[in-house]
């Protein structure tokens, strides 16, 4: 499985973009699809998730609101369209994969088995 994830920029405060990130290498579908994000010199945290049974988001509470996680299952990509972006969001943001098949909280990192190279995003104030 590879993740191959873009879009990333550098962007005013204020200002939108949107994450791409496709699947390869699996013929089945996922369980669920993620991003996360890691500013320097932090850890990296969850930002959104989608459980692609259902369709069901989860999300950060730094980004309710202006993130929202979308996905083509058809297509095995996921994106993450990024609103209203504050400095504060900028980051390395990774996209994971997990292929377990088995029901569990989304926002650990530990709940992914495969992860993309990461992209980057920069906003200035």
């Known amino acids: 499985v590879q993740l191959q994830a873009s879009g990333g920029g550098l962007v005013q405060a204020g200002d939108s973009l949107r994450l791409s990130c496709a699947a390869s290498g699996r013929t089945f579908s996922y369980y669920a699809m993620a991003w996360f994000r890691q500013a320097p010199g932090k850890e990296r945290e969850f930002v959104a998730a989608i459980r692609w049974s259902g369709g069901s988001t989860y999300y950060a509470d730094s980004v309710k609101g202006r993130f929202t996680i979308s996905g083509d299952n058809a297509k095995n990509t996921v994106y993450l369209q990024m609103n209203s972006l504050k400095p504060e969001d900028t980051a390395v943001y990774y996209c994971?994969?997990?292929?377990?098949?088995?029901?569990?909280?989304?926002?650990?990192?530990?709940?992914?088995?495969?992860w993309g190279q990461g992209t980057q995003v920069t906003v200035s104030s």
């Open positions: 994971a994969a997990r292929t377990r098949m088995t029901a569990t909280t989304l926002s650990p990192s530990g709940a992914y088995d495969y």
